[in-house]
T-cell receptor
Framework: NAGVTQTPKFRILKIGQSMTLQCTQD?????MYWYRQDPGMGLKLIYY???????DKGEVPNGYNVSRSTTEDFPLRLELAAPSQTSVYFC??????????????FGEGSWLTVV | GQQVMQIPQYQHVQEGEDFTTYCNSS?????IQWYKQRPGGHPVFLIQ?????EVKKQKRLTFQFGEAKKNSSLHITATQTTDVGTYFC??????????FGTGTLLAVQP
């Protein structure tokens, strides 16, 4: 059982480039999330989705876009990368709302550096 | 907006000493979850507390939810080097999102 899988694990981007972080889960979870974690800091919610076709902004959505065409996949798009987007990105999923007490399962993270 | 703070930010202990991290919310929580993140790893769910005043134990770890459901604590008895990592609380509250605390980094010296 793979759980939450995200790719790539590491990436270096130049300022102004764009890229997509891929995320897929095989647990048939309705809720999916993207968090970023800056060095030594906590987790900030970027975007989340409560089901296929539905997405909503989190705490720090600027500079990112998401889509949820299927239950399994929740890609995160970075447009015009900036140094401030250097961070570790975690994709996560839960059966129902984490807010309502459902466990959130995290992927292993994607380390992104923008130079 | 809703904020969840943790103290201390960092704690260094000798192996065998106890450790406690505290989590405080600006609003009443419906539930609180605790996660552990090993260095270079991803957060992993430890436990969830739902009831006011609830106490749960996992081996050397004791979790408590405050009576007012605005604070929580995690206590580790007789720390081991395997306890190293960052411990996050996460609270469900007024918003429809689970808000993660700022985390406490635990270092254990053998």
């Amino acid at each position: 059982n793979a759980g939450v899988t995200q790719t790539p694990k590491f990436r270096i981007l130049k300022i102004g480039q764009s890229m997509t972080l891929q995320c897929t889960q095989d647990m048939n979870h309705n809720y999916m999330y993207w968090y970023r974690q800056d060095p030594g800091m906590g987790l900030k919610l970027i975007y989340y989705s409560v089901g296929a076709g539905i997405t909503d902004k989190g705490e720090v959505p600027n500079g990112y876009n998401v889509s949820r065409s299927t239950t399994e996949d929740f890609p995160l798009r970075l447009e015009l990368a900036a140094p401030s987007q250097t961070s570790v990105y975690f994709c996560a999923s839960s059966r129902s709302s984490g807010h309502s007490g459902n466990t959130i399962y995290f992927g292993e993270g994607s380390w992104l550096t923008v130079v | 907006g809703q904020q969840v703070m943790q103290i201390p930010q960092y704690q260094h202990v000798q192996e065998g000493e106890d450790f406690t991290t505290y989590c405080n919310s600006s609003t009443t929580l419906s539930n609180i979850q605790w996660y552990k993140q090993r260095p270079g790893g991803h957060p992993v769910f430890l436990i969830q507390l739902v009831k006011s005043g609830e106490v749960k134990k996992q081996k050397r770890l004791t979790f408590q939810f405050g009576e007012a459901k605005k604070n929580s604590s995690l206590h580790i008895t007789a720390t081991q080097t395997t306890d190293v990592g960052t411990y996050f609380c996460a609270g469900g509250g007024a918003t429809n999102k689970l808000i993660f605390g700022t985390g406490t980094l635990l270092a254990v010296q053998p």
